[in-house]
């Protein structure tokens, strides 16, 4: 497995990052996220992981973690934990079918 940071990802790759995770989250996405700059897309990115995030904390101030897994250029999906090790365990397990496994980690959010 290769860790990945997802925020020095081509445009074009964070676009569809961001695109399952609306959908994941079930959220209706009415933005063209590929018309966005860089700096912005980040910004985009980082307030989705914390709106995947909000839904297990209890507590404002808890901090979590959320692994992103790829499979060669594809994101497949995501796993959160508050445990930065049990988190990278669970993704060991979830990519083990992956031929290319990649993931990323974003912590304390």
Same mark, same amino acid.
């Given at each position: 497995?290769?860790? !990945?940071?997802?925020?020095?990802? !081509?445009?074009? /790759? !964070?676009?569809?990052?961001?695109?399952? /995770?609306?959908?994941?989250?079930?959220? @209706?996405? +009415? @933005? =063209?996220? %590929?018309?966005?700059? +860089?700096?912005?897309?980040?910004?985009?990115?980082?307030?989705?992981?914390?709106?995947?995030? =909000?839904? &297990?904390? !209890?507590? %404002?101030?808890?901090?979590?973690? /959320?692994? &992103?897994?790829?499979?060669?250029?594809?994101?497949?999906?995501? #796993?959160?934990?508050? =445990? $930065?090790? $049990? &988190?990278?365990?669970? &993704?060991?397990?979830?990519? /083990? =079918?992956?031929?290319?496994?990649?993931? %990323? #980690?974003?912590?304390?959010?």
């Amino acid at each position: 497995m290769i860790e !990945k940071d997802v925020y020095k990802f !081509k445009t074009k /790759i !964070k676009v569809g990052i961001m695109y399952a /995770i609306y959908v994941m989250n079930g959220k @209706i996405n +009415d @933005i =063209d996220f %590929s018309l966005l700059d +860089d700096e912005t897309l980040d910004a985009y990115l980082e307030g989705s992981f914390i709106c995947a995030v =909000d839904k &297990l904390r !209890k507590e %404002s101030y808890e901090k979590w973690c /959320i692994g &992103l897994m790829y499979e060669d250029k594809e994101f497949r999906g995501y #796993i959160i934990n508050k =445990d $930065k090790d $049990k &988190l990278k365990e669970q &993704l060991v397990c979830a990519m /083990i =079918d992956y031929r290319y496994p990649k993931y %990323s #980690i974003i912590e304390n959010l």
